[in-house]
């Protein structure tokens, strides 16, 4: 199993500006994943990043808008830039480990965009 | 695109009562997932189902994916408080590719 460390937990920021998520693996994984998730809704995947490369985006989410880095084997960070009230939401990392392909994820970080 | 609807959305239910939730798609898959998700946590892992027909159970929980591999079901006998919380399907659909379903978000009152 993986375990993933997350933070901030949660923040709350002014509009415009950004917040940098981190996101800690305590084995190497090749790749990382990123997704965003309303309140009580499901997830939706913004990009997957693996390590040594640009981070392939999904439809929909743009890199100037969520760029990440992925600088070795065990830790990514997601940057939400330019924040709207439209942004708020949790961001989620996840790995992928095991047999069953199961998916590992950090406990989340609630950003609140006032 | 490929989608997976849940059904219900919302489920509020007594203690001790049996609940079924479905998680449909007209996507095949080569398996398929179900994730279990209390408030400020990550999802966790519930069970995975590969075979088309396939049953699995866990303690009160019985898991069946469709024979065409399209659907499946979530069962739960005699839900507890515990079992409170959002569960989601999710079909792998290929390597590093998840396809998370809508979500049902379940409350078992005491």
């Known amino acids: 199993s993986a375990v993933i460390s997350q933070k901030p937990s949660r923040d709350i920021c002014q509009r415009g500006t950004s917040l940098t998520i981190q996101c800690q693996v305590d084995?190497?994984?090749?790749?990382m994943f990123w997704y965003r998730q309303q309140p009580g809704q499901s997830l939706t995947l913004i990009a997957t990043?693996?390590?040594?490369?640009?981070?392939?985006?999904e439809s929909g989410f743009v890199i100037d808008k969520f760029p990440i880095s992925r600088p070795n084997l065990t830790f990514s960070t997601l940057t939400v830039s330019n924040m709207s009230p439209e942004d708020s939401s949790i961001y989620l990392c996840?790995?992928?480990?095991?047999?069953?392909?199961?998916?590992?994820f950090g406990q989340g970080t609630r950003l609140t965009v006032v | 695109t490929q989608l997976l609807e849940q059904s219900p959305q919302f489920l509020s239910i007594q203690e001790g009562e049996n609940l079924t939730v479905y998680c449909n798609s007209s996507?095949?898959?080569?398996?398929l997932q179900w994730y279990r998700q209390e408030p400020g946590e990550g999802p966790v892992l519930l069970v995975t189902?590969?075979?088309?027909?396939e049953v699995k159970k866990l303690k009160r929980l019985t898991f069946q994916f469709g024979d065409a591999r399209k659907d499946s079901s979530l069962h739960i006998t005699a839900a507890q408080p515990g079992d409170t919380g959002l569960y989601l399907c999710?079909?792998?659909?290929?390597?590093?590719?998840?396809?998370f379903g809508t979500g049902t978000r379940l409350k078992v009152l005491a």
């Open positions: 189902v590969v075979t088309g027909g």
């Open positions: 999710a079909g792998v659909a290929g390597t590093y590719k998840y396809i």
């Open positions: 996507s095949v898959f080569s398996s």
């Open positions: 996840s790995v992928e480990q095991g047999a069953d392909t199961e998916a590992f």
């Open positions: 990043a693996n390590q040594g490369s640009e981070a392939t985006y």
């Open positions: 084995s190497q994984v090749t790749m």
